[in-house]
């Protein structure tokens, strides 16, 4: 089986990657252009897809570096919300195999990895390289998957949920996004808090770059752009803007934080009986076990219809959040196995 690496800060958007090429191919998942440098001499991937914007080495310096240490040997996909000319020209110069636009789609992600592989390019697409109708993904029935969302997300005025769905395709991907959107709100909010009180122009730029996309996805289109503003400010230098809109901008964020969290505690559901309870955990166990990433998500997912029992309900957001890290070990950890 072929492995992948791919390096994105965003743990949303690498998980939408990883996702989408989970059944066909080895998927190694990292945080930072470093951290890929590391993974790539030991695992020795077959195809790297990196975000193109991440703190401390963006996408084209990884690219380089794996190129001038390795060889060109190695296809290169870059993932990216920027939208301008520039940095499209830059992936097509650093001869990468493909150029995709965040939200990353999986049809779109699909084709460029089959091409990648095939020997075909075409870093100049802004959603990835062309390929025959009858290889590509099934186009998802997104009226059929939005009947299966929750109430509360059709009368919620910071969620656009066509615009959220049709980035996810799927319900259980949408929710799943939600899950991951709110488990690192604190974390983005703190680091952009810091990297404005020391100056940081560069990274405070970067994490707004972020959060535009992982907005995007879950269709906070209202925060998406205010976190595009911001960004705009950075590449531009204007940290008298930033100062200025900063406060309003993390109240916007902790705005979509509440009223999402508002919405989930408020959730009307029926308490799981026992016997499910204790199935669902051994088969947690086994999956883990079997480190069967689909089954694992459809297991967490089934749970979601229903009210935990207090420690329980805390293990298994421990355990979502460690699969979104694809860290098995501390599943295996948290399930005592």
């Excluded at 963006?58 to 690219?63: H, K, N, P, V």
């Excluded at 060889?71 to 301008?84: L, R």
């Excluded at 066509?162 to 909010?189: Q, R, T």
Aim: net charge negative; aromatic share 6%; glycine share 6%.
């Amino acid at each position: 089986m072929k492995k992948i690496l791919i390096a994105d800060d965003e743990p949303m958007m690498a998980k939408l990657a990883a996702r989408a090429l989970r059944d066909g191919y080895e998927i190694l998942t990292v945080s930072s252009g470093a951290e890929a440098l590391e993974i790539f001499e030991a695992e020795k991937p077959d195809l790297v897809i990196s975000d193109v914007k991440m703190p401390g080495m963006s996408g084209f310096e990884l690219c380089a570096a794996i190129k001038e240490r390795y060889g060109a040997g190695v296809p290169f996909i870059f993932m990216t919300a920027d939208e301008t000319e520039e940095a499209e020209n830059r992936g097509k110069d650093a001869g990468a195999a493909a150029f995709i636009r965040k939200p990353v789609r999986a049809e779109a992600i699909q084709a460029a990895v089959r091409s990648a592989f095939e020997g075909g390019t075409d870093p100049g697409a802004a959603d990835g390289p062309t390929v025959p109708a009858a290889q590509q993904a099934a186009v998802p029935d997104l009226k059929a998957e939005k009947v299966k969302l929750p109430d509360w997300l059709f009368h919620e005025p910071l969620i656009d949920i066509d615009a959220g769905l049709a980035n996810s395709e799927a319900a259980d991907a949408y929710l799943s996004s939600l899950d991951i959107f709110m488990a690192h709100v604190d974390d983005n909010a703190a680091e952009l808090c810091r990297y404005l009180d020391t100056g940081d122009l560069e990274n405070y730029t970067v994490k707004a770059h972020g959060l535009k996309s992982t907005s995007r996805v879950i269709g906070a289109m209202v925060l998406s752009a205010a976190a595009a503003a911001m960004e705009r400010a950075g590449n531009d230098g204007n940290l008298d803007f930033i100062r200025e809109e900063h406060e309003g901008f993390i109240a916007l964020y902790r705005k979509v934080q509440r009223s999402i969290r508002t919405h989930l505690r408020e959730e009307a559901q029926e308490e799981i009986p026992a016997e499910d309870l204790e199935d669902a955990l051994m088969a947690l166990k086994e999956y883990a076990m079997a480190e069967d990433y689909s089954l694992t998500e459809d297991t967490l997912n089934a749970l979601r219809g229903y009210r935990l029992p207090g420690e329980t309900s805390a293990l298994i957001r421990e355990i979502r959040a460690s699969l979104n890290r694809l860290d098995w070990d501390g599943i295996r950890n948290r399930l005592g196995v």
